[in-house]
């Protein structure tokens, strides 16, 4: 068992809302670790996509007011999403009866829906807090590369070996496209939508165009936005905005995107285990989409992320802004010999950050140069969590 870093962060939240929502992508390990928490107090968890378990919300406020001195763990609410506004009235009797937290655990696919009826119907009455795959404080350094080749999802990194590990991550693949995002809307082409997120692996970190997707899919600008945002929302895929450059410089304003878990980059691409991964040329974008994630995983919402790149060839990979208007530079590169070189110079020049790190696959830390060190990707985790992001854990 990987004990995940967010299950304090959710037990924290409880005792402080009457609802959290817990978002994340489907068996990222959402129900385990509600299991878990529900584990430590009365409660009482539905699965519903089980229809005995909807049988039993046929009368909601009924069935809330028998549960009312119990931890109600809701799985899969976007199935449900009429369910909200019963779920405001329990929470607004709770408060004035005495019981104004932990009372709703609720479970879903972050889809768009889902938290736009969770915002409207219960605003001010729920926190939010997001699952991703794991990460490398969850797993140990030791274990960077099987989650570098495996990806985060505990299933695919827990596999018994990489055959296994990549068959799981195909199924997942296609379970999504043919079960999940059809529940979600209108009838979107899985095919299409197969060769949307294939092409985005093969484009792992490039900038956003739109026009050329649409011409290599057959389809409009518009659709490929559409597409793109559900991925996005499903947080399968990730849309990293540019940070806008200092005066007198001319910046790219395309957002770059990455699927989110290296696992998935490689299973879109038929990368069955490391050594295949070490001869394909989405080695380095690999490299750069994991520690990304990663980085912006422990700086949680604390930091805003972003990409600083320039008409000229300036470029810093990961630009984290601080709530204190503090700001740090990440570059990364897929080399055990990484060297500082002149875009990287001039961007750091432009940016003039707090501080500024070259991540690499590498374990020993050094100084490049003047204001930026080379550093593995656990210890740059840790940096993070001690600047105030969230706190890391082992196994």
């Known amino acids: 068992m990987i004990e995940r870093r967010i299950g304090s962060e959710v037990s924290a939240l409880l005792a402080q809302s009457p609802a959290v929502v817990l978002t994340g992508p489907r068996q990222v390990g959402k129900t385990t670790l509600a299991l878990e928490i529900a584990a430590g107090r009365p409660a009482t968890y539905l699965d519903l996509e089980s229809a005995p378990d909807r049988a039993r919300l046929a009368e909601p406020e009924l069935y809330f007011a028998d549960h009312t001195e119990e931890l109600l763990v809701l799985d899969e609410i976007q199935r449900l999403p009429n369910l909200f506004e019963a779920l405001r009235g329990a929470i607004d009797r709770g408060r004035r009866e005495g019981r104004g937290s932990g009372r709703f655990l609720l479970l879903g696919s972050a ?5 736009a009826q969770s915002g409207e119907s219960l605003a001010g009455r729920v926190a939010f807090a997001e699952l991703a795959p794991l990460d490398v404080t969850e797993v140990g350094a030791d274990r960077l590369d099987r989650l570098w080749v495996r990806g985060g999802f505990p299933e695919s990194f827990l596999a018994a070996g990489e055959e296994a ?18 529940q979600l809307g209108p009838r979107i082409p899985a095919e299409t939508l197969r060769r949307l997120w294939t092409m985005l692996a093969h484009n792992q970190g490039g900038l956003l165009n739109a026009a050329n997707i649409a011409r290599g899919l ?12 559900l991925m996005v929302d499903l947080l399968l895929v990730r849309r990293l905005p540019p940070r806008l450059a200092n005066a007198g410089k001319r910046a790219v304003r395309s957002p770059k995107v990455y699927v989110r878990d290296s696992g998935l980059v490689g299973a879109l691409l038929g990368i069955a285990d490391k050594e295949a991964l070490l001869g394909h040329p989405v080695l380095g974008a690999s490299w750069e ?27 810093v990979h990961l630009v984290l802004r601080w709530a204190d208007g503090a700001e740090w530079a990440v570059e990364v590169k897929c080399s055990l010999a990484p060297k500082l070189e002149r875009g990287l110079r001039s961007a750091l020049a432009d940016i003039e950050p707090e501080h500024s790190f070259l991540a690499y696959p ?34």
Do not use: K, M, Q
Request: aromatic share 8%; charged share 25%; proline share 1%.
């Open 362 to 395: 590498g374990a020993e830390r050094y100084r490049l140069g003047a204001g930026i060190e080379a550093i593995g990707l656990a210890d740059l985790c840790r940096e993070l969590a001690s600047r105030g992001g969230r706190s890391s854990s082992g196994i």
């Open 111 to 115: 889809s768009l829906d889902l938290l």
């Open 289 to 315: 989409g994991l520690v990304i994630e990663n980085l912006i995983g422990i700086a949680g919402e604390r930091a805003e992320a972003s990409f600083y790149r320039t008409a000229g060839g300036a470029e």
């Open 165 to 182: 590990s990549l068959r799981w991550r195909r199924d997942f693949i296609r379970t999504y496209l043919e079960r999940d995002i059809p």
């Open 218 to 229: 057959g389809v409009s600008s518009t659709t490929v936005g559409h597409y793109l945002d």
